[in-house]
């Protein structure tokens, strides 16, 4: 083992395969390509996905770069990032993400765009305008606290000027789109 090795890989698989099922789910669900039968499978693979995640926060704190490696630490990133069905669960994630990053286990990056998602979660205006509606005409940004220093706020994290980043986001849309997708209203996240 090198000082780069995860101490537990074992750790750093599950999560990289439950962040890709997960990220696979929600490309169908966004398109409208499930039934209610695979909806409530979906929901329940998220709920599932969650309560693992639970268990490693309450095991190891937030798992960082030093204990999965990073590409698993996105993977976790990601999977607290989507458990909208659960706010306590994403508020300590989101603290816990936060200590990570002031250890050098994590990026800051990540720590903002959950930030961001729990309080869009639970209506309030957003830091970092990471989060977006996606809607039948394209993409709206949530609700940001003071606009007018919004790109500073994104430059102290490591992000790109909102304007950049939307128009990133638009393009992505536009390539994903596919003739005769349906259009659903969907938190989303902006870089």
């Known amino acids: 083992m090198t000082a780069s090795d995860p101490l537990r890989p074992d750790l750093a698989r599950e ?6 099922q997960s990220a696979a789910r929600r490309a169908k669900r966004v398109r409208n390509h499930l039934d209610a039968v695979q909806l409530g499978q979906d929901r329940h693979a998220d709920h599932a996905d969650t309560k693992i995640m639970r268990r490693i926060l309450a095991e190891h704190d937030w798992p960082g770069y030093r204990l999965i490696g990073p590409d698993a630490a996105r993977a976790a990133w990601s999977l607290a990032l989507h458990a909208d069905g659960d706010a306590d669960f994403q508020r300590a994630a989101t603290t816990l993400l936060e200590r990570a990053v ?50 500073q706020r994104r430059a102290s994290v490591g992000l790109s000027p909102i304007a950049a980043a939307l128009e990133t986001v638009r393009r992505r849309l536009t390539q994903d789109h596919q003739p005769g997708d349906s259009s659903t209203v969907v938190l989303a996240q902006v870089a």
Do not use: K, M
């Open 15 to 20: 999560l990289i395969v439950r962040a890709a």
């Open 102 to 151: 002031q250890d050098g286990d994590a990026r800051i990056q990540h720590w903002a765009h959950l930030y961001d998602r729990t309080l869009a979660n639970s209506g309030r205006p957003q830091e970092f305008g990471t989060q977006q509606v996606l809607i039948a005409t394209g993409v709206e940004l949530c609700p940001v606290r003071a606009p007018d220093s919004l790109d």
